[in-house]
């Protein structure tokens, strides 16, 4: 089984940056393609990033430019990162990262991220 813990969500203020972990545990592939999600108050959760077993990344419109999504294969660990850049009060949600497009594993508690001045 395998285990997901999100990290490195904060409050910061508009324009400002954070880089959010993301640490897959368990018996897990390197193969899987992984993606970035994030759920808002009253939202339903949304793709924002998404990264093949091969690198190859994709982003949302919204977040395109100013996010970057990357990996690191260990292991039975699987890492997940996603640089945040030039934040804005609209990516204010709750960050979780998950297997790509099936969303497979049981989802971790996710990490917030709080933009306001």
């Known amino acids: 089984q395998v285990q997901l813990v999100e990290s490195g969500g904060g409050l910061v203020q508009p324009g400002g940056s954070l880089r959010l972990s993301c640490t897959a545990s368990?018996?897990?592939?390197?193969?899987?393609?992984m993606g970035w999600y994030r759920q808002a108050p009253g939202k339903e959760r949304e793709l924002v990033a998404r990264?093949?077993?091969?690198?190859?990344?994709?982003?949302a419109d919204s977040v395109k430019g100013r996010f970057t999504i990357s990996r690191v294969n260990a292991w039975n660990r699987l890492y997940v990162y996603l640089q945040m850049n030039n934040l804005t009060p609209d990516d204010t949600a709750v960050y979780y990262c998950n297997t790509f497009p099936d969303q497979s594993y049981t989802w971790g508690q996710g990490t917030q991220v709080t933009v306001s001045s």
């Open positions: 990264i093949l077993s091969g690198g190859m990344p994709n982003y």
């Open positions: 368990g018996i897990i592939s390197s193969r899987v393609d």
